[in-house]
């Protein structure tokens, strides 16, 4: 079946270091990808999304693009703040199966001051 | 502003107590989810309603059930809670996917359960 897989954490990083975390997907067909991100005791709020291959989604300094040739999506962002501390999710999903989102295990990020 | 509310952010129960959660949401959407996340874990689908039509995964167990009354509501029924079942619950919301877009999924704060 369809999965996602991320890089394990926790990922620990100084503050304005460079951000990879890495995502690939297996699938057949080709699906829309996600980055999802969960701050602590809160939801999930979409941080970017690509809905086909070499689509970049960006947003608040993060970036990834969607690689059909590598299945992957990995995110990055170039210079990390504190208060970018959190668990992200990288998620595929279909719109013909009823859109419902296949998450990777998610990567704990942790940004020291 | 437009949003999913879940109620209540923390609700305990004991162990076999039937529990309800609730979602409610302002975006006049299609579509609803809920999904459980263990801890440290991804969340997990375990159904969803297009409009009135329930869909249900076919690893949720039959202790799950859930209800919904009009389109800005849906319940989470827990007929007989299990250790196994404390979780965080997250209901999330989305238009009817179209023809050529994918559309987002927007999810509420969540509930944690706890079962004693």
């Known amino acids: 079946g369809d999965s996602v897989t991320q890089m394990e954490g926790p990922v620990t990083l100084s503050e304005e270091a460079f951000l990879t975390i890495n995502c690939t997907y297996t699938a057949t067909g080709y699906p829309s990808l996600f980055w999802y991100v969960q701050y602590p005791g809160e939801g999930l709020q979409l941080l970017l999304k690509a809905t086909k291959a070499d689509d970049k989604g960006s947003n608040k300094g993060f970036e990834a693009t969607y690689r059909k040739e590598t299945t992957s999506f990995h995110l990055e962002k170039g210079s990390v703040q504190v208060s970018d501390s959190a668990v992200y999710f990288c998620?595929?999903?279909?719109?013909?199966?009823?859109?419902?989102?296949?998450f990777g295990a998610g990567t704990i990020l942790r940004v020291k001051s | 502003d437009a949003m999913v509310i879940q109620n209540p952010r923390y609700q305990v129960t004991q162990f076999g107590k039937p529990v309800t959660l609730s979602c409610s949401q302002t975006l006049n959407h299609n579509v609803m989810y809920w999904y459980q996340q263990k801890s440290s874990q991804a969340p997990k689908l375990l159904f969803h309603?297009?409009?009135?039509?329930?869909?249900n995964e076919a690893d949720t167990p039959d202790n799950f059930q859930s209800r919904r009354p009009n389109t800005s509501f849906c319940f989470l029924d827990i007929r007989s809670p299990g250790l196994g079942d404390a979780a965080m619950y997250l209901c999330?919301?989305?238009?009817?996917?179209?023809?050529?877009?994918?559309?987002?999924?927007?999810f509420g704060p969540g509930t944690r359960l706890l079962v004693l």
């Open positions: 999330a919301t989305s238009r009817r996917p179209g023809q050529g877009y994918q559309e987002t999924q927007y």
């Open positions: 309603y297009y409009d009135k039509d329930f869909n």
């Open positions: 998620a595929l999903s279909f719109r013909e199966y009823g859109n419902k989102l296949v």
